[in-house]
Antibody, heavy 117, light 106 residues
Framework: EVQLVESGGGLVQPGRSLKLSCAASGFTFSNYYMAWVRQAPKKGLEWVATISTSGSRTYYPDSVKGRFTISRDNAKSSLYLQMNSLKSEDTATYYC??????????WGQGVMVTVSS | DTVLTQSPALAVSPGERVSISCRASEGVNSYMHWYQQKPGQQPKLLIYKASNLASGVPARFSGSGSGTDFTLTIDPVEADDTATYFCQQSWNDPYTFGAGTKLELK
């Protein structure tokens, strides 16, 4: 059974940093692109970052480019999202997802990040 | 960015057929995907690449379209289908989602 379990969320002040983790199991992690997708409270979904199987290629929308960094450790079957210079508009539930054709078949349960002073 | 436009809400009776539309501001080839999300849960992939049923999804769900106009059809609708449905494109950078269509049952 595919499982994705996020951790590392919480309350953080604007301008500070936070690192999210996602532990994957039930599939060969190194064979798949992985992604982070977020959802602000009562809002829609927003793609945040994607990483290739080896980690050599990463992709971001302009809204987080230069502030967020996606990475992976295939030996540990783990995905990460380093978030720097956080803003109030980054407040959201962050989901780890396995991606194929750019769609997201498997999702974690999500982790809440609140950016507030 | 590619804007995906969906109707905000629909209301149907159980047993009926419902079509949920998604219009893209520019062509996305067949790279349109559909998700179902219930309150407090993560999204669930229903359809990928316009018309392919995701694993474990009932055949009551189907997708069609190409280019800029896409449709998710549920036939027949069941009470458990009450949810918000999102479309998402992965042809143009950045990948974008529609704002969602809330499906309510009468």
């Amino acid at each position: 059974e595919v499982q994705l379990v996020e951790s590392g969320g919480g309350l953080v002040q604007p301008g500070r940093s936070l690192k999210l983790s996602c532990a994957a199991s039930g599939f060969t992690f190194s064979n798949y692109y992985m992604a982070w997708v977020r959802q602000a409270p009562k809002k829609g979904l927003e793609w945040v970052a994607t990483i290739s199987t080896s980690g050599s290629r990463t992709y971001y929308p302009d809204s987080v480019k230069g502030r967020f960094t996606i990475s992976r450790d295939n030996a540990k079957s783990s995905l990460y999202l380093q978030m720097n210079s956080l803003k109030s508009e980054d407040t959201a539930t962050y989901y780890c997802a396995r991606t194929t054709y750019g769609s997201y078949l498997y999702w974690g349960q999500g982790v809440m990040v609140t950016v507030s002073s | 960015d590619t804007v995906l436009t969906q109707s905000p809400a629909l209301a149907v009776s159980p047993g009926e057929r419902v079509s949920i539309s998604c219009r893209a501001s520019e062509g996305v080839n067949s790279y349109m995907h559909w998700y179902q999300q219930k309150p407090g849960q993560q999204p669930k992939l229903l359809i990928y690449k316009a018309s392919n049923l995701a694993s474990g999804v009932p055949a009551r769900f189907s997708g069609s379209g190409s280019g800029t106009d896409f449709t998710l059809t549920i036939d027949p609708v069941e009470a458990d289908d009450t949810a918000t449905y999102f479309c998402q494109q992965s042809w143009n950078d950045p990948y974008t989602f529609g704002a969602g269509t809330k499906l309510e049952l009468k």
